[in-house]
């Protein structure tokens, strides 16, 4: 009977380590949260200002906001080689990408665009009064910027298309 109640003992102990619940947090997004944080509906104004853009684009404007512009919209930008890049702004972009105020465009160049729910949510709260004085005074430049760099990136995709769908010229064997 002692035996029995060991070997209970010890199955018991298998079980338990076996049936470990880990539980994690995770942050909830909703358009509620996105409308509230000033810093994400900066970027989506800045998103519909500049039109289809792609996030690159985005990142490079963002950076020259910041350096050029005095203009801070609280990001930690790290040069990648001589590319600026953001978590931050990564996520911030997935989160409007996520409530449905931003979406990509459905051909193979992928560029933001604001969607009619995004446009809604701009009206109904708007951006900081910083954010928009300063866009709408270098609007000519960051709109400049932001074709060429857009017109590199979209042929950047085509030449990456062509090499993808160009046939083998000779065998592989």
Do not use: C, W
């Not at 289809?52 to 906001?65: C, V």
């Amino acid at each position: 009977m002692a035996r029995k109640k060991e070997e209970k003992a010890k199955s018991g102990e298998k079980e338990k380590a076996g049936k470990e619940l880990k539980i994690t947090t995770v942050h909830v997004v909703t358009p509620e949260k996105v409308m509230e944080n000033d810093r994400q509906m900066a970027l989506l104004y800045i998103i519909s200002k500049l039109g289809p853009i792609h996030e690159k684009t985005l990142q490079h404007i963002i950076y020259d906001l910041k350096e050029e512009y005095g203009v801070d919209l609280g990001y930690k930008m790290r040069k990648i080689g001589s590319v600026p890049y953001s978590p931050e702004l990564k996520s911030d972009i997935v989160a409007l990408l996520y409530v449905g105020f931003v979406e990509t465009e459905p051909n193979m160049y992928r560029k933001l665009r604001v969607t009619g729910k995004g446009r809604d949510a701009l009206e109904a709260k708007k951006p900081p009064a910083g954010i928009v004085a300063a866009v709408e005074k270098n609007y000519e430049a960051l709109r400049n910027k932001a074709s060429m760099l857009d017109s590199v990136q979209d042929a950047e995709i085509r030449r990456l298309q062509r090499t993808i769908q160009r046939p083998r010229r000779r065998p592989l064997f």
